[in-house]
């Protein structure tokens, strides 16, 4: 920006910049020729890094295309899912200090190893000839048909016949295969030590980033928010300058074809969060969003459940200590303590309560519900009484027809958007020069297709998506139809006992009796070997729609929870302790 | 973690899918073109490992919608067809065939004619020899829409004729169009399949044309040619031809024994009953009871009051000349546990005699002959035809009491 010659056409001094590196008016659109050497003010001063830089001055080849490595690339998708984080309300913060500090870092632990042998020289070698007989490859180093059949996005590549054929053929440069310099030493197996970055790792950047801010957006969240299309990911390569030719294994690379999921950020983000070598992050105390007391009273709500629970919940959050600063806190690399799932851990707990207070066996908790349904209507005939006790009986049954009646609706408006989605964008994928006929044909079809048919059906296009919103599901006070619960009483499931109130229901089941070893089977409990009663599964239903989850992870965390609460009990092996048996 | 669950492109075009398929079942069209407009673009993923691929499932659906939705707009459905065409070459003479079939029944036969032709002359190195049998198929339906103009031509011929004008043009035409028919039409029936519409163009023309011989060594290889699947309509046609030929009884009723073993229930088991009755010979005559019992197995033929007379005629017959009981004791045998239930119940009995006098008569004659006088149906029946003061009844009565021995000493 330090630019200060006047514009040779119009002589005002309103420079920009072009995503080829070059000065531009604002004022006329006029074009240099100089050019800036390093354009992105995001890229750091590290000297190795320079290199990159580079790429982007570099001669422009023939088809108005640049070099490009592939970490650009990612650099261009994460800049664009933080300025849609900034437009959801996020800090600016994160994306000038946070997310830029871990992206140089993760560039200069990466780049170490890529020292060791110069990228032009590895890649040449590879391009030369894919027979193993090349003296010069390593020959562990699979050839790249082998690349081809990794099965890491659902196998397109891998049946492309054409383009295998097209592989063999190649004898010159890399573009032919990846538009990237590096794109096939990219997807070299050996590069899992230094963790090679792929599309799900930008969210686990995006979250490592609002987790150090602490920003009230829990990874589930984040998560929705990518598939409602707040947050850029599916075809975000389209945002890519022209100059950024994506071709080849580039794809394999860019084009993912599912969503993510929530296990594998999660997990990443721990490593990658070791593999920075980052400090502890910021607490996370009692007044953190992220707080377990904090995230129950929302789900609660969210939940359509009385407001009186969250006192429940906070007693339990106190009793198995999972409130503790130190047990919240991310601390990367420190492998004893367990990685918390915040939306999880509080979705588990408020689970936990229920089966307290209503036991969740099946009869229980309709029991319940009858003898609420009694005083209700004890109640409405003396309305005076209501007013006192502030708020009618929390009857169990209607509260499930109520919400089961929401959840269903939801449900099936869910299941029909991801039958409807459109995972294919305007910007046609080429996997060589080959087939890009054949491409740009079928897409011309797609969209006649599309127009045909879309008129028969009479639906407008795709209409605007819906704001992005925190709650998924939403419950007024002000419905006179008594669906909203939130200002219900749990007077009919609490009983006065030594001056505290406790649950009237004495018994308790649990979910396991021993733990498995997370490790080796990869959960603390298995779900769907044992048959738990529907209200159970009723409630795990819920919370897995709300957090886009499988409702075996929240059935984990139920049993930690529940083994830290009972902890002494468990070793005593007193009788109230049995598993549930049908 | 186990990636089951994980939602990629190809679970999610599967769910479009499956939502398409209950939409065409419930006929909501719209909503099915809602699900395709999303489902088209797996267009642009290469499904070549899967039975059926995306460019077939998008041909196939989007005909019946189109079909059901916008049944006016042709012009749409002729567009998507040509689509469609260019999409598999594999597919090409299939969906040109289909398109062909639509315009038929859309009353296009002129576009149908066209299209047929232009399928005809598409050559496409080694799949013009794969798709040997398609052209086959082209070619005989277009043979047979030259028959259809070889139709009206003779029609209108037959009319001038009648005015006394001689038409040399129209002849000239109707015989040309015989000429490119019969190629074609030859051709197809050449190869082993059912090809009954074909046939029977191709025979009528040869008839025409007074190929008499040729016509009956067509039929007779569409029939017994062990080739071929089994056919009843074949053994018609030949049958039907060789009526009209005036062969004798002895061929035509060979043609009906093979009608009646593989299809017992056949309407032209009326035709062989009359005409094995009428047999010199007793063993034919035999064969036509068993034939009548067999017919009135099933349940189209059980108000057939024809039938019934059929099988009435002959167990009377029976009866009085005394001679072959047997055989009636034969037919009924298997028949006893049954057929009581099935037609000689008294819900029936009041049935037919509401409905159908003739029916109830020739029934009750059965039923009295072979269930004796005491039986629901006969007693019913008479009582009523005696009180309804009907002659035949009274007879009827009487015929069977007087009988009633011979009933015992067949069942007895």
Not at chain 1, 284 to 302: A, N, Q, R, V
Not at chain 1, 548 to 564: A, F, G, K, L, N
Not at chain 2, 249 to 265: A, C, G, Q, Y
Request: hydrophobic fraction near 35%.
């Amino acid at each position: 920006r330090d630019f200060n010659e006047r514009c040779a056409q119009c002589s005002e001094v309103n420079w920009g910049l072009t995503d080829g590196g070059r000065f531009y008016c604002r004022s006329c659109h006029n074009v240099t020729e100089r050019t800036r050497e390093v354009v992105n003010t995001d890229f750091i001063t590290n000297s190795r890094v320079q290199t990159i830089s580079k790429g982007l001055k570099k001669q422009e080849k023939t088809d108005g295309g640049c070099e490009w490595y592939i970490c650009e690339g990612f650099q261009l998708v994460l800049k664009k899912q933080v300025e849609a984080l900034e437009a959801l309300g996020v800090c600016p913060q994160m994306k000038d200090e946070i997310l830029c500090n871990f992206w140089r870092c993760y560039l200069q632990k990466s780049k170490q190893a890529y020292c060791k042998r110069p990228a032009g020289e590895t890649v040449k070698a590879l391009s030369v000839c894919e027979s193993s007989t090349d003296v010069d490859s390593d020959p562990e180093r699979p050839s790249v048909l082998h690349l081809l059949s990794l099965s890491e996005s659902e196998g397109d590549l891998q049946t492309d016949c054409s383009f295998a054929s097209s592989v063999s053929k190649v004898s010159e440069s890399t573009s032919v295969y990846s538009g990237s310099v590096d794109g096939s030493l990219y997807l070299m197996k050996n590069q899992k030590e230094k963790l090679r970055m792929t599309m799900p790792m930008t969210l686990s950047f995006c979250y490592l980033a609002l987790l150090w801010v602490r920003e009230p957006i829990t990874l589930s969240e984040l998560l929705r928010f990518v598939v409602e299309g707040h947050i850029p990911y599916m075809n975000v390569f389209q945002h890519f300058p022209e100059k950024m030719k994506l071709c080849g294994l580039d794809l394999k690379i860019f084009c993912v074809e599912s969503w993510p999921v929530y296990e594998e950020v999660f997990n990443k983000m721990h490593e990658l969060a070791a593999f920075l070598d980052l400090p502890r992050f910021p607490d996370i105390t009692e007044s953190c969003f992220l707080h377990p007391d904090m995230l129950c009273m929302k789900y609660l709500m969210e939940a359509n459940l009385p407001d009186e629970l969250h006192n429940w919940t906070c007693r339990v959050v106190k009793k198995t200590g999972i409130g503790e600063v130190d047990f919240l806190t991310l601390m990367p690399g420190n492998k004893s303590t367990r990685k918390v799932k915040y939306d999880v851990l509080a979705a588990a707990v408020i689970v936990v309560v229920l089966k307290l207070l209503f036991l969740l066996d099946d009869h229980y908790e309709w029991l319940l519900s009858e003898f609420a349904e009694e005083r209700n209507k004890n109640n409405t005939e003396d309305k005076m009484c209501l007013f006192y006790s502030g708020g009618p009986y929390f009857e169990f049954k209607k509260w499930y027809e109520v919400v089961k009646r929401s959840l269903d609706v939801e449900q099936k408006k869910l299941d029909e958007e991801k039958a409807k989605y459109l995972w294919r964008c305007e910007k046609p994928l080429f996997y060589s020069v080959k087939n890009k006929s054949k491409v740009l044909k079928r897409r011309q079809m797609v969209v006649n297709l599309q127009n045909q048919f879309g008129k028969l059906s009479g639906s407008v296009q795709r209409a605007e998506k819906p704001n992005p919103s925190s709650f998924q599901l939403s419950w007024s006070e002000e419905n006179t139809d008594g669906s909203c619960f939130h200002g219900h009483s749990l007077k009919g499931v609490l009983q006065e006992k030594w001056g505290l109130l406790t649950a009237m229901n004495p018994d308790y089941w649990l979910c396991t009796v021993k733990l498995c070893n997370e490790k080796l089977c990869g959960h603390l409990a298995h779900y769907r070997e044992v048959e738990f009663p529907q209200s159970y599964h009723f409630v795990l239903g819920l919370f897995s729609f709300l957090l886009r989850i499988q409702p075996s992870y929240i059935h984990d965390e139920v049993c930690m929870i529940e083994h830290r609460l009972f902890n002494k009990k468990l070793c005593k092996k007193l009788k109230y302790n049995t598993v549930l048996r049908k | 973690s186990s990636n089951e669950h994980k939602l990629n492109f190809k679970k999610s075009k599967e769910a479009c899918l499956s939502y398409i398929q209950d939409a065409l079942l419930q006929k909501q069209w719209k909503r099915a073109a809602e699900f395709l407009t999303c489902y088209v673009e797996s267009l642009e993923k290469d499904y070549s490992r899967e039975h059926i691929g995306p460019s077939e499932m998008i041909w196939r659906i989007g005909t019946e919608i189109l079909w059901h939705h916008s049944q006016n707009r042709m012009k749409e459905f002729n567009c998507f067809m040509e689509q469609m065409k260019t999409l598999g070459v594999k597919r090409y003479l299939k969906v040109c065939l289909e398109h062909v079939f639509h315009l038929l029944c859309n009353g296009q036969i002129d576009e149908a004619y066209q299209n047929l032709s232009l399928a005809e002359s598409w050559r496409f190195g080694e799949q013009t020899a794969i798709q040997d049998k398609e052209i086959k198929l082209i070619q005989a339906y277009r043979g047979l829409l030259d028959y259809c103009s070889w139709s009206k031509q003779k029609k209108i011929l037959l009319e001038h004729g009648e005015d006394g004008f001689a038409d040399l043009a129209v002849e000239q035409e109707m015989h040309g169009y015989f000429r490119k028919a019969a190629v074609n039409l030859k051709e197809i029936i050449k190869i082993p399949g059912v090809w009954d519409i074909f046939v029977k163009c191709y025979v009528d023309l040869l008839e025409f044309y007074g190929e008499h011989n040729e016509a009956r060594q067509v039929l007779n290889e569409y029939a017994y040619n062990s080739k071929f699947p089994a056919n009843p309509n074949a053994h018609v046609y030949l049958y039907q031809f060789l009526k009209r030929q005036g062969e004798s009884k002895k061929s035509l009723i060979s043609v009906l024994k093979i009608l009646h073993d593989i299809v017992p229930s056949h309407e032209l088991m009326i035709d062989f009953n009359t005409m094995l009755q009428k047999s010199k010979k007793r063993k034919k005559r035999q064969l036509g009871l068993e034939v009548i019992f067999a017919a009135l197995d099933y349940a189209a033929w059980k108000e057939n009051a024809k039938a019934w007379s059929c099988l009435a005629r002959q167990v009377k017959q029976i009866v009085i000349s005394e001679k072959h009981l047997d055989w009636i004791k034969q037919g009924w045998n298997s028949r006893k546990d049954w057929w009581p239930d099935f037609h000689f119940s008294h819900y029936l009995a009041k049935r037919n005699w509401q409905e159908n006098k003739n029916l109830s008569y020739e029934k009750a004659l059965v039923a009295g002959i072979l269930l004796g006088k005491d039986c629901k149906y006969f007693k019913y029946v008479s009582h009523q035809g005696c009180k309804a003061r009907l002659k035949r009844f009274r007879m009827l009565k009487k015929f069977v009491t007087r009988h009633n021995l011979v009933y015992l000493r067949i069942f007895g």
